[in-house]
């Protein structure tokens, strides 16, 4: 029988947090600038909490960049790129759950917020604050997020994962 004590248990986990924890900031150094920034800013309004049109959101957990997510995004922004044109329908007409599953994002939840026209993070993350509706994709309870920029088309994508035993 093992003896675990309350020292080598909690030893332990500080261990494996910091595993997770460096995993973390070895995918956000991958991260282009933009991407960094927009999670940055996702990251400290959750924090703080806020107002979404009459919604108030209290403040919520950090979000985790997720690449399937990011694979998604990608394809919907380089779609609407060579679209020039706003729309959550994808090449051969998949919506936003066909296009995560297509990435291998295995979801219990899902919102995407789109745009066109902002030259930076800030703009598009102000944008997307303004608006009720992108405003309570970025406050609600998803757990991982990716967004992608091509040209002036931004994809953001955010997801509750599926848990292996469902």
């Known amino acids: 029988m093992m003896n675990l004590s309350l020292p080598k248990i909690l030893l332990t986990l500080f261990f494996l947090g910091g595993i997770q924890m460096n995993q973390d900031a070895q995918q956000i150094q991958q991260l282009d600038p933009y991407q960094t920034e927009l999670l940055r ?15 108030k959101f209290l403040p919520a957990q950090p979000l985790s960049w997720n690449k399937q997510l ?32 297509k990435a291998n ?5 899902y919102a995407e917020n789109i745009a066109e026209g902002y030259k930076s993070p800030q703009e598009v993350f102000k944008a997307w604050m303004d608006s009720p509706g992108h405003c309570k994709n ?3 309870q998803y757990r991982e997020m990716a967004v992608v920029r091509i040209n002036d088309y ?13």
């Open 41 to 55: 800013l996702v990251n400290a309004q959750r924090a703080k909490g806020c107002h979404c049109g009459s919604l």
């Open 70 to 101: 990011e694979k998604a995004s990608s394809i919907q922004a380089d779609y609407l790129a060579k679209r020039k044109a706003l729309t959550h329908k994808g090449q051969d007409g998949l919506d936003v759950r066909s296009r995560l599953s």
């Open 105 to 109: 994002y295995r979801w219990r939840a």
């Open 138 to 140: 970025i406050m609600g």
């Open 154 to 166: 931004w994809v953001q994508d955010f997801g509750i994962p599926k848990e292996n035993n469902m």
